[in-house]
């Protein structure tokens, strides 16, 4: 029996890492936040992102001390870091002037690789490997718009 158990165990030993490595991460959604005024950043015509939050996120490389002023910079957690991911900002609010929900992606080291800012509430897209920071702002409409994001691994 003992000749039987260490070989079985050495196999599993080596199949194991294999198994752990193409497991895909749970489903993540933050906690929600608020942004309390709303801002056009005309990305589309500048190519970079205008905001006061934004600003002091790309100079310091972390989360900023006016996160929630006119858009929120939510950490990538690790393993939707190393993948291909979905992601959606959601936000709600009551008031007539509704919302706009834009996203802009950011590596490491604080560069951006994509943005999703297409016209409409919520935003979706999709969040390239290597993606560490995704910053959300309210393009236009109501203060105080509540919002959160979910990620889901790409299929």
Known sequence: MKRLVLPVALVLLAIAPAAWAGAKPKPYKSPDVTIAVSHPIFYGNTGTVN???AKEFESSCATPASNGLDAYVFAVPKPYQKITATVEAIGSDSGPAAYDLDMYFYDKT????????????????????????????????????????????AS
């Open 51 to 53: 905001d006061v939050t």
């Open 110 to 153: 604080c560069k951006t690789n994509g943005y999703a800012n297409a016209a409409g509430t919520d935003e979706y897209g999709v969040i390239p490997k290597g993606t560490a920071w995704i910053l959300v702002d309210n393009y236009v409409g109501d203060p105080n718009v509540s919002v959160h994001i979910e990620l889901k691994p």
